[in-house]
């Protein structure tokens, strides 16, 4: 169950990132611990070259999912290790990245996610993985 306050926090933190308006990343679930975003596929500045969604954007999918994801148990964090795992070509109408907290401490959160490519029946296919080491931040005057 998505917890409101906590959406609409993330909401107004994706807002403010001007990577994230561009790619037009969309957070849509936030609870303790979860959080998930979705991503409308735009053929003319997403793709590479055999025309599947850029690893760049597997990347910070599955990047701005961990993030947010700890943000909600830890507050401000930043990425101190993200690894990535492609399982199969990005390709669908859009993309849903879902992130988890593993584990969180004072000084690192863990947190995976899973990148899932919508097809035109709405069927959700995996099509990678990520893993992030998030450090807890205070940035003075934000809150």
Same mark, same amino acid.
């Given at each position: 169950?998505?917890?409101?306050?906590?959406?609409? +926090?993330?909401?107004?933190? *994706?807002?403010? @990132?001007?990577?994230? $308006?561009?790619?037009?990343?969309?957070?849509? !679930?936030?609870? #303790? =611990?979860?959080? &998930?975003? $979705?991503?409308?596929? /735009?053929?003319?500045?997403?793709?590479?070259?055999?025309?599947?969604? !850029?690893?760049?954007?597997?990347?910070?999918?599955?990047?701005? @999912?961990?993030?947010?994801?700890?943000? +909600? %148990?830890? =507050?401000? %964090?930043?990425?101190? !290790?993200?690894?990535?795992?492609?399982?199969?070509?990005?390709?669908? $109408?859009?993309?849903?990245? /879902?992130? /988890?907290?593993?584990?969180?401490? $004072?000084?690192? %959160?863990? #947190? *995976?996610? &899973?990148?899932?490519? &919508?097809?035109?029946?709405?069927?959700?296919?995996?099509?990678?993985?990520?893993?992030?080491?998030? %450090?807890?931040?205070? +940035?003075?005057?934000? +809150?």
């Amino acid at each position: 169950m998505t917890d409101q306050p906590l959406l609409s +926090t993330l909401q107004a933190v *994706n807002q403010s @990132a001007s990577f994230n $308006r561009w790619a037009g990343f969309k957070v849509t !679930h936030a609870a #303790a =611990g979860e959080a &998930e975003l $979705r991503m409308d596929w /735009r053929k003319d500045d997403m793709g590479q070259y055999a025309g599947y969604l !850029h690893a760049g954007m597997i990347g910070a999918m599955l990047d701005t @999912a961990c993030g947010y994801a700890a943000a +909600t %148990v830890s =507050g401000r %964090v930043l990425a101190s !290790h993200f690894s990535v795992n492609c399982l199969a070509p990005a390709v669908g $109408r859009s993309f849903v990245a /879902r992130g /988890r907290v593993v584990k969180a401490g $004072r000084k690192q %959160v863990f #947190a *995976n996610a &899973e990148l899932f490519a &919508e097809q035109d029946s709405g069927e959700l296919l995996l099509v990678a993985t990520g893993n992030a080491i998030l %450090v807890p931040v205070e +940035t003075p005057g934000l +809150t």
